[in-house]
């Protein structure tokens, strides 16, 4: 099915500039709705608002901080891409701009690839945050209700039938009691993982949100041991029924980091490894520190994933949870990508080229001064082949 073209609203007082901007954005493929002020574009916006505005400075009645300030106050427009146009080139006006909310600032005169440049940038990251607002509608609507119903139904289940019991003056024998306490303790460990989940997600978004703003974060040394990261993909391996499927090749290192939670992440990059593969097949681990930094590698030979899905790896989302009905929240891959990125380091997703399955390769930066002599001996000892 063809898109239907995206329309930007023009609000520029000057015929020529107006026209000649009118006829750039119409040869390339978009619906153009030209106003003369502010104010035509104000009548403009509450019949059809456009994906994008792109507007003037100074103009007559309503000038382009006015109409700006406008569309950022009104919840129906708010997330509008809003692009300034003006003569001057003072930066108090253009810092004024900015501050007020809009998304970037062409100097007049400005050349034709400038200015559709700018617009399809700007769309772009419009069409990224709508993704990013339903992706997050729909975690919070369907899949953390899910999430935590799962767990809850189990304990509340478990809850009502020893209550049930102990009307009727009966007892459990000790292998039933066992029972229950095992299946509600998983039930209770599968909240709190979901709750420390969570919690580092908004962690990670909050450092992304400092950042931007220029704060500064306080990156702090952790030491990776082989040992106990070996041992967690083991229970890793041991909780999906799969331990015969795990081989690893795992070393201890030093990372700088300024969020904590990596080993966290780690451990799920194993995990979606397991849940994303049938029993059976082979999931290869491998961590090491190399030259540029520490390197971690999950191979699996599971259903794989699209290049669109993996392109959209930063989204809070699960890939065809209804198709194949797997459980969890989908964090695992947000999480990396999002600590790749407050870290400077890389997060590589790709299909395996001669079999089914995905490969992911996660680095991390070195501490500066990390050498491995100086390490605990069983962060180094942890090096094994299973």
Excluded at 280 to 286: D, F, L, S
Excluded at 324 to 336: H, R, T
């Amino acid at each position: 099915m063809m898109r239907q073209a995206r329309s930007i609203l023009i609000a520029e007082d000057d015929d020529s500039i107006r026209e000649l901007t009118e006829l750039t954005l119409k040869l390339s493929g978009y619906d153009v709705l030209p106003c003369r002020d502010g104010m035509e574009a104000l009548e403009h916006l509450k019949q059809a608002p456009p994906d994008l505005i792109l507007s003037d400075v100074v103009m007559p009645r309503v000038d382009g901080f006015e109409l700006l300030r406008t569309v950022r106050r009104s919840p129906r427009w708010n997330t509008l891409p809003f692009v300034l146009m003006s003569a001057r080139v003072e930066n108090t006006d253009q810092r004024m701009g900015m501050s007020m909310g809009a998304d970037d600032y062409l100097t007049k005169p400005f050349k034709a690839e400038d200015l559709l440049r700018t617009v399809e940038l700007r769309l772009e990251r419009a069409e990224l945050l709508r993704e990013i607002t339903q992706s997050h509608q729909h975690f919070l609507s369907r899949v953390l209700p899910h999430e935590l119903r799962t767990p809850l139904t189990g304990i509340i289940g478990y809850a009502e039938l020893m209550v049930q019991l102990a009307q009727k003056s009966e007892t459990l024998s000790p292998a039933a009691l066992a029972d229950y306490g095992r299946n509600i303790g998983k039930s209770g460990m599968q909240l709190l993982r979901l709750a420390e989940d969570f919690s580092l997600w908004a962690e990670y978004e909050l450092a992304a949100e400092c950042g931007k703003c220029g704060e500064q974060p306080k990156w702090t040394a952790t030491t990776l041991s082989g040992v106990e990261l070996s041992r967690q993909f083991r229970q890793c391996a041991h909780e999906c029924g799969r331990n015969p499927d795990l081989e690893m090749q795992i070393a201890g290192g030093c990372v700088t980091l300024p969020v904590p939670g990596v080993e966290r992440v780690l451990r799920h990059l194993v995990e979606n490894a397991f849940y994303f593969s049938q029993p059976g097949a082979k999931v290869w681990v491998e961590a090491r520190p190399t030259d540029i930094g520490y390197s971690f590698t999950v191979t699996d030979r599971g259903r794989g994933m699209t290049p669109e899905q993996i392109q959209r790896i930063g989204l809070l989302r699960q890939f065809d949870r209804d198709t194949y009905e797997q459980q969890g929240m989908g964090l695992g891959l947000a999480l990396a990508s999002r600590l790749s990125e407050l870290s400077g380091g890389e997060l590589r997703v790709e299909p395996n080229v001669d079999a089914p399955g995905i490969r992911v390769e996660f680095k991390l930066p070195l501490a500066l001064d990390w050498n491995k002599d100086r390490l605990p001996m069983a962060a180094i000892q942890g090096t094994e082949t299973d």
